[in-house]
């Protein structure tokens, strides 16, 4: 078998291309071949991507390899990085241990988000983190349907609405009050922002609902796609949220537990 392994750069750090540039002759000097294309690293059977950058960049690249079953090594290179498994001093010892094979695959739970629209053909997105609803006019609230199953649950007048998974769970929907939850836990957070009732609470779900969010009230709203890709959706257009087929797989050195992650990554919280 060949041994090949992909670099996913966050081209906006310059520390990203330095690192790369280590990493390359690293690898070469132990007999593996370095692919940064994405079309070379799908054809050549990569064994797995190494995502130089933070979560952000990490995100990309486990979303992108779940679809062909590779998985990923995040190298946190930014501020917070709750999903990279390794800080940028830790890098060369963390590959050591990978190529003894030393380490485990964790599976993350990713979400599949079909959009209908009137007059339009469906869109389908894949997610790992997380999709927000969010009103544009600051003028008026949106009102969100949530239906679970094909039963309506939870009418929320909001500003916006998170639907994240436990990754997304330390992500956006934890700035909104959220709760945290653990990867290991199979379920999708519902999370509103700035909710204008009392009764509007955050609610945890199981993977095996069927969410379907409803636009029915407000004349449109934003729906973005892990923070990277948004539409517009009018009124009584419907957006169905489900567990996707295919999960993210992260590369775990065992290094750090999840509780030890959370003390380290909100330390300014736990006084």
């Known amino acids: 078998m060949e041994r090949v392994v992909g670099l996913w750069l966050n081209m906006s750090k310059p520390e990203a291309l330095t690192f790369s540039l280590q990493i390359r002759p690293w690898f070469e000097a132990r007999g593996w071949d370095v692919l940064t294309e994405w079309e070379d690293i799908i054809k050549r059977r990569t064994q797995f991507l190494i995502s130089l950058g933070g979560d952000g960049t990490l995100l990309q690249a486990a979303r992108e390899g779940a679809s062909f079953g590779i998985p990923v090594l995040g190298v946190n290179l930014g501020q917070l990085g709750f999903l990279c498994e390794i800080e940028r001093e830790d890098v060369f010892g963390a590959l050591e241990k990978v190529l003894r094979q030393d380490y485990t695959i964790q599976e993350r739970l990713m979400l599949s988000a079909v959009v209908k629209r009137v007059g339009e053909a469906d869109q389908m997105h894949l997610v790992l983190n997380d999709v927000a609803f969010s009103r544009e006019s600051t003028d008026s609230l949106i009102t969100l349907q949530a239906n679970l199953s094909g039963e309506p649950t939870i009418s929320y007048p909001v500003d916006g609405l998170i639907v994240a998974t436990p990754t997304g769970s330390t992500a956006y929907s934890l700035s909104a009050g959220g709760p945290i939850i653990s990867p290991n836990v199979q379920a999708i957070l519902l999370t509103p922002l700035a909710a204008h009732s009392l009764s509007a609470r955050p609610v945890v779900v199981s993977d095996l609902e069927e969410i379907e969010i409803i636009l029915i009230s407000g004349e ?36 750090r537990s999840f509780p030890q992650v959370v003390r380290e990554k909100l330390r300014d919280r736990w006084h």
Do not use: M, N, W, Y
């Open 220 to 255: 449109q709203c934003l729906v973005t796609f892990d923070g990277r890709h948004s539409i517009r959706i009018c009124s009584g257009e419907t957006v169905i949220i489900k567990t996707a087929p295919i999960k993210a797989q992260l590369i775990r050195l065992g290094s």
